[in-house]
């Protein structure tokens, strides 16, 4: 079976981009897999491609690469338009509410079509018209399946189905390291801001730990004054992006995210899989669709005085090991549920069902 992966760019960092890969590569192991990338950024895809994916793009938006017309954003629609008339593939997956639009109205009918979906569209109205086109759509969490199925008012076209670690095997950590780790992309809405006023408060009753921040984003600016301002450049560390934030994440005992939506929660997944307790704000959109309190990490109530009672929460797992440990152990038991091979049969299971049905 061909399965084509519809991606903005196959060449980001974002865990979307991840999630998207570490599934076509558990694919590629039984079916004809290809990620159609729209742009291209750069020579090489930030996160790891397996062998037997195939990897195109669009649209060449490297820096220095000329085009002639036309020009910006119709360009990249153009060609998108040219690649879904002309597909020939048994199933495409898209990402993106505007890719799954476009893929409704173009894409042949006789291709199973699957929206897969992490965050509410900010513009329902596409998705209302659009989307009783598609086949499917695929939410990675129960609050996702919930909105969606409210969103669209069909419940019988919205399937729950994880977001993929890749194969194992994961690292593991030994939780002796006095380290708090957080990663993913240096922007607002994940209140990296909050976790260094936390640290400020750990400090000064602990100041043997570290925190390590891996990423890169707008935000480093404002972050590296923050630690400047708050003396805190001995205790915290600007760690840079990297392809391997499980290898990293494994060197800590405790792995920090404060983030006001976790979608698609990537690093939040990849450190239960290293076997290490995660402590999060219980926001609306937060990780709670990951972690529960007492058992994989710990769950923070937002609002005043926040950064103190999250303070609060990462020095009681700070001075109890044994607890860090009980905590680790939850941690890999959830991650189990996102296991490639795992994800993989529940898509495999979904399409074969959705190809039994016949086009929407």
Not at 35 to 47: A, H, L, N, T, Y
Not at 249 to 276: Q, Y
Request: glycine residues 10%; charged residues 25%.
């Amino acid at each position: 079976m061909k399965i084509s992966l519809l991606v903005p760019s196959a060449y980001g960092m974002r865990g979307d981009i991840r999630s998207t890969l570490n599934l076509a590569t558990e694919l590629s192991k039984r079916h004809d897999i290809e990620v159609i990338s729209v742009k291209r950024q750069r020579e090489k895809p930030f996160f790891p491609v397996g062998p037997k994916v195939a990897l195109r793009w669009l649209f060449d938006a490297r820096p220095g690469v000329r085009h002639l017309f036309p020009t910006g954003q119709v360009r990249a629609d153009v060609a998108l338009w040219r690649m879904l008339r002309g597909l020939r593939s048994d199933v495409l997956i898209t990402t993106r509410p505007g890719l799954a639009v476009h893929a409704a109205r173009y894409a042949p009918r006789e291709i199973t079509r699957i929206a897969r979906e992490w965050a509410r569209p900010p513009v329902p109205g596409p998705i209302r018209k659009f989307y009783p086109r598609l086949d499917a759509v695929v939410t990675a969490t129960e609050s996702g399946l919930a909105e969606w199925r409210t969103l669209t008012g069909d419940p019988g076209q919205i399937h729950l189905i994880p977001d993929a670690l890749p194969a194992g095997p994961w690292p593991r950590s030994r939780m002796d390291n006095r380290i708090i780790a957080a990663g993913g992309r240096w922007v607002p809405a994940k209140a990296y801001d909050r976790l260094v006023r936390a640290f400020a408060i750990v400090v000064g009753k602990r100041p043997d730990w570290r925190l390590r921040l891996y990423g890169g984003g707008p935000e480093e600016k404002r972050l590296r004054h923050m630690v400047a301002d708050l003396n805190l450049h001995n205790h915290v560390y600007f760690m840079g992006t990297t392809p391997d934030l499980s290898g990293e994440f494994a060197k800590a005992s405790i792995v920090a995210t404060t983030s006001r939506t976790e979608v698609p929660g990537m690093s939040v997944i990849e450190a239960l899989g290293c076997g290490v307790p995660v402590v999060g704000f219980d926001s609306q959109r937060g990780p709670g669709d990951f972690l529960v309190t007492g058992y994989n990490g710990v769950l923070v109530p937002e609002g005043g005085g926040e950064a103190e009672a999250y303070a609060l929460a990462l020095l009681a797992l700070i001075d109890d090991e044994r607890r860090r440990r009980s905590l680790a152990a939850g941690a890999l038991s959830t991650a189990m549920r996102h296991t490639a091979h795992v994800v993989a049969e529940q898509w495999e299971t979904t399409i074969a069902d959705l190809r039994g049905r016949g086009p929407a």
